[in-house]
């Protein structure tokens, strides 16, 4: 187990489509976090999950926004209906305790 | 709300000089004070950290120094090297394992 680990690393979707990324986190880690990241720009908050109960979404995450966390194991955020304004890094992070471990991200471009 | 404010903007030392980012934060409920380094393509790595009780902290070349009173926290690098050269981001969270809410990144050239 070497890191937080994400997938695809690059999308590239037309305006409209659904997209889907996952994330594998630190398998001793029970804390999964969604974030998202637009150029010259700090990370923002979406949504994390404690083994597999979302705690907390921002509002930041619209209807089209979804996550899971099936089994307290890897996550999957989906994205309906992409729109240009989505375009961005998603980053996802786990934690035990105050330690964050992020992964390397997964750049969506909406076309 | 902006709650974690960082300046400057981008920053170019030298190499073997100090560089020197600051964090002005609004949230008093926040309990922990981490600083990430972040490459190009890579996601945010975690650098130091310091608790509120504490006003400052040293790892190697990397020193936190820590102001509750005025809600204000920063990052020196000493002997600032070419491998230095990233994006730092200065955070604060409310209790262990809660969100963080980052500061606008400030990125950092040292030049050889």
């Known amino acids: 187990d070497t890191g937080v680990s994400q997938n695809p690393r690059h999308k590239i979707t037309k305006r409209g489509q659904n997209v889907t990324f996952r994330c594998d986190p630190i398998s001793e880690h029970n804390r999964l976090y969604w974030y998202r990241q637009t150029l010259g720009q700090g990370p923002e908050f979406l949504t994390y999950f404690q083994n597999e109960a979302q705690l907390e979404k921002s509002r930041l995450l619209s209807d089209r926004f979804s996550a899971e966390r099936p089994k307290g194991s890897f996550s999957t955020l989906e994205i309906q209906r992409t729109e240009q304004g989505d375009s961005a890094m998603y980053l996802c992070?786990?934690?035990?305790?105050?330690?964050?471990?992020f992964g390397s991200g997964t750049r969506l471009t909406v076309v | 709300q902006q709650q974690v404010k960082q300046s400057p903007q981008s920053l170019i030392v030298q190499k073997g000089g100090i560089s020197i980012i600051n964090c002005a934060y609004e949230n008093t409920a926040f309990d922990y004070f981490p600083w990430y380094q972040q490459f190009p393509g890579k996601g945010p790595a975690l650098l130091i950290a310091i608790r509120p009780d504490v006003s400052e902290k040293k790892e190697g070349r990397f020193t936190i120094s820590f102001n509750k009173s005025a809600k204000q926290f920063s990052l020196h690098i000493m002997d600032s090297q070419p491998g230095d050269s990233a994006t730092y981001f200065c955070a604060g969270e409310e209790t262990s394992g809660s969100r963080l809410t980052f500061g606008e990144g400030t990125q950092l050239t040292v030049n050889p």
């Open positions: 992070a786990s934690s035990l305790g105050y330690w964050y471990t």
